[in-house]
């Protein structure tokens, strides 16, 4: 299978601080990317997706950033809050009818 | 909406018994999948489907079977449960194929297998 990775595999923040959440993807095919946000006891939930045309987008409070170049992925979060202390992974299609996830980043923000 | 709802939230099975996880949603999406996560990995595909009567193998669907009668519901059948596969279920489902658009999950079924 597809090998998605992060750097690291927990980030702790101050709160109100920006936290940058890495990710490394194997697939020079893939196209579409996808970020999720899962908090103890739920599924995950979308947070935002980009494309493999783009390099940058922008949603409420979190930017994803794409480089195509050294295959990295990664996830800003601005003015981080005590609501965004949860795992978070990233997904990479590279075609078919399959989404390849990684293991995940623990966020904890303090308080 | 209520979005994707799953039921039980938890199970524990003895080695050999089956069960049946449900999954229904209402958003009237035709791409629904059935996921497990184990802890410290990613989430691994088990099974999809792309419409009712269509349902295809995932990346690890041994030991498991679907169906997709409707539209809204992907129920996920163990037959004869064992250790590997205590695990959390998580179905999921989509507008358009994973390539194009989100995935929406439900908030999982915890299966314990002794």
């Known amino acids: 299978g597809e090998s998605v990775g992060l750097h690291l595999p927990t980030l702790s923040v101050q709160e109100g601080d920006n936290s940058i959440i890495n990710c490394a993807y194997s697939?020079?095919?893939?196209?579409?990317f996808i970020w999720y946000k899962q908090e103890s006891g739920k599924g995950p939930q979308f947070i935002i997706d980009i494309r493999s045309n783009m390099d940058k987008r922008q949603g409420q409070r979190v930017t994803v950033l794409l480089n195509k170049t050294v295959k990295h992925l990664s996830l800003q979060i601005a003015a981080t809050q005590p609501g965004d202390s949860a795992v978070y992974f990233c997904a990479e299609n590279p075609g078919a009818n399959n989404l390849f996830f990684g293991t995940g980043t623990r966020l904890t923000v303090i308080p | 909406n209520a979005g994707v709802t799953q039921t039980p939230k938890f199970r524990i099975l003895k080695i050999g018994q089956s069960m049946t996880l449900q999954c229904t949603q209402d958003m009237n999406h035709n791409y629904m999948y059935w996921y497990r996560q184990d802890p410290g990995m990613g989430l691994k595909l088990i099974y999809y489907?792309?419409?009712?009567?269509?349902?295809d193998k995932g990346e690890v669907p041994n030991g498991y079977n679907v169906s997709r009668s409707t539209t809204e519901d992907f129920p996920l059948r163990l037959e004869l449960a064992a250790p590997s596969q205590t695990s959390v279920y998580f179905c999921?489902?989509?507008?358009?194929?994973?390539?194009?658009?989100?995935?929406?999950f439900g908030n999982g079924t915890r299966l314990t297998v002794t």
């Open positions: 697939n020079s095919a893939s196209d579409y």
């Open positions: 489907s792309v419409g009712a009567g269509i349902t």
């Open positions: 999921a489902s989509s507008y358009s194929g994973q390539g194009s658009s989100p995935l929406h």
